[in-house]
């Protein structure tokens, strides 16, 4: 078993429900909108990781492609922000503003989220379906230079299958990315 498979909420769990501010000063909670919508993604971003620069526009290309089908797109930004004053709140409102983000972007401040569906890098997937239940946890595709260069595009894949109440496959793959700034860490 690798690491990334003893930590954090295994595939066919449920996901940790949270309660977190965001850009847009609300409070959002993973329940409310598994009472909407049919999957959600939660990503972890950072306002600062050259991946998430990358990955942005296929982000939000799969919220507007997915939006009228039941898809919801939300962006945490865990980082530490004693280390990375740049993924402070107020950062993270400048970050959603510039980039036109068509999801909410939101704040976890304790970093409990993160700990609790096993993130470790930026950007990083968690597909959760209405049932709450994790389906996918890794890689948005598997090329972060550009979308041309994309052989496998997993996250489209597991949104697909889940909409269609198919099991994913691969159901867990190793994110690229920055590793997230943990508080009380020294990150190299």
Not at 157 to 163: E, L, S, W, Y
């Amino acid at each position: 078993m690798s690491v990334i498979e003893m930590r954090g909420t295994p595939i066919g769990s449920y996901a940790p429900d949270f309660e977190l501010p965001g850009t847009d000063t609300q409070v959002h909670h993973l329940s409310k909108y598994l009472e909407i919508y049919q999957a959600v993604v939660v990503v972890f971003l950072s306002n600062q990781c050259p991946y998430v620069q990358s990955y942005l526009q296929r982000l939000k290309q799969l919220q507007a492609d997915w939006q009228e089908s039941g898809l919801a797109a939300i962006g945490i930004n865990a980082n530490d922000t004693l280390q990375a004053p740049e993924e402070s709140l107020e950062h993270m409102r400048t970050f959603a503003e510039q980039q036109q983000l068509n999801f909410p972007y939101l704040r976890d401040v304790n970093q409990d989220v993160a700990k609790c569906f096993g993130a470790s890098k930026t950007p990083e997937v968690f597909l959760v379906n209405r049932e709450g239940v994790l389906c996918y946890k890794g890689a948005i595709d598997d090329c972060a230079d550009t979308p041309a260069g994309v052989t496998h595009n997993y996250l489209q894949d597991a949104v697909t299958r889940v909409m269609a109440a198919q099991p994913v496959d691969p159901p867990q793959t190793e994110a690229i990315g920055s590793a997230i700034v943990w508080r009380g860490e020294t990150n190299t």
